[in-house]
């Protein structure tokens, strides 16, 4: 099997990334779309160094890819945590293994002394697989990083509110009812297209803004920017759904969503604080619950962070992992 190494340039590998997440149904984090946006964003004012290392069969096929990035002696995978839910490599089945092993192999070259691989899925493979690798001569320590809440809605609509808790249920169907009462006056539809999604994110992001003091922090003209580009290159990929509620015309609240694995992931939010009183905010996410399940989709994923709504939403949490692996270097 060949190792193939390629410092920085995503572009180099891009179109071969892709098809390989496509056929290995990797989260959006995961994909080139996402990790060139955040690399053309953040990458110039970092002093980080970015390698993408594939691993290739026999035959000159992509079985495997690990984004890295490389700041001084530390090691970790390419991305942030702050705005990828999930971090990590791709692989086709069974050979997470034979990867982390390559990128273990690769970080010895480097001199490297420590690495830390953060946002790892739950359930993920890659555990396994950096344990079996780390026989190499390096210490693993593996922990609890975050939540990402999660609710089954596969039994249809009313099995989701069956499955709610019994005073969870009831707070979702009182703050429903100022919306139904208002009948035909509140529309719910969402934009996926690249044009049209381009076009409602000025409005998203002035919601966001708007909606809470510590969004309007974040939304920094970088990270404006990295929105923009980031929604265009994963609708164009056809995973966006930007759901927008409008209450007489005028848009109360809007939830940015990918699809992955047959789930609906939400990741980010702003309602207009006009329509506070009418819990624009919360009763948006409950009408994308619905769409999902009108869609077929089997969960809903509100990714991570553990807000009580969430909770109130019907999430369970499912644990995302962090990974520390170091080692005595001569």
Not at 65 to 91: M, Q, T
Not at 151 to 162: K, T
Not at 178 to 184: K, N, T
Not at 271 to 289: E, H, M, N, Q, T
Request: with cysteine.
């Amino acid at each position: 099997m060949t190792l193939k190494v390629i410092r920085g340039g995503f572009a180099e590998l891009g179109e071969r990334w892709g098809e390989l997440c496509r056929t290995t149904d990797a989260m959006p984090f995961s994909t080139p779309e996402f990790g060139q946006t955040w690399w053309s964003v953040f990458g110039g004012s970092s002093e980080a160094e970015v390698e993408l290392l594939g691993l290739e069969n026999g035959t000159g096929e992509l079985i495997g890819l690990a984004p890295l990035k490389r700041c001084g002696a530390h090691w970790s995978f390419a991305g942030d945590h702050e705005i990828s839910d999930y971090l990590g490599p791709a692989a086709k089945p069974g050979q997470e293994a034979v990867l982390a092993d390559a990128v273990l192999e690769r970080l010895e070259g480097a001199g490297a002394a420590q690495a830390e691989f953060r946002g790892l899925e739950p359930g993920s493979r890659w555990v396994e697989a950096f344990a079996v690798a780390s026989k190499r001569g390096w210490q693993l320590d593996v922990s609890d990083e975050a939540v990402c809440p999660t609710v089954s809605i596969e039994g249809g609509w009313d099995a989701y509110l069956s499955g709610l808790r019994p005073r969870d249920r009831r707070e979702v169907r009182r703050k429903l009812r100022p919306l139904r009462q208002l009948g035909g006056a509140v529309a719910f539809e969402s934009a996926e297209t690249p044009g049209a999604v381009a076009a409602r994110m000025p409005e998203f992001m002035a919601m966001m803004a708007d909606s809470r003091g510590d969004k309007a922090v974040f939304l920094t003209e970088q990270m404006r920017t990295f929105f923009e580009r980031l929604t265009g290159a994963l609708a164009e990929a056809g995973v966006v759904r930007l759901y927008v509620m409008s209450i007489s015309g005028e848009a109360a609240a809007m939830v940015l969503c990918f699809v992955a694995r047959n789930q609906l992931l939400l990741y980010n939010s702003g309602y207009a604080p006009k329509f506070r009183d009418l819990s624009a905010g919360l009763g948006s996410k409950v009408l994308c619950i619905r769409d999902a399940v009108e869609q077929g989709m089997s969960s809903v994923n509100f990714l991570r962070g553990d807000e009580p709504y969430k909770y109130e939403l019907g999430g369970r949490d499912a644990v995302v992992r962090r990974i520390r692996l170091t080692r005595e270097v001569a």
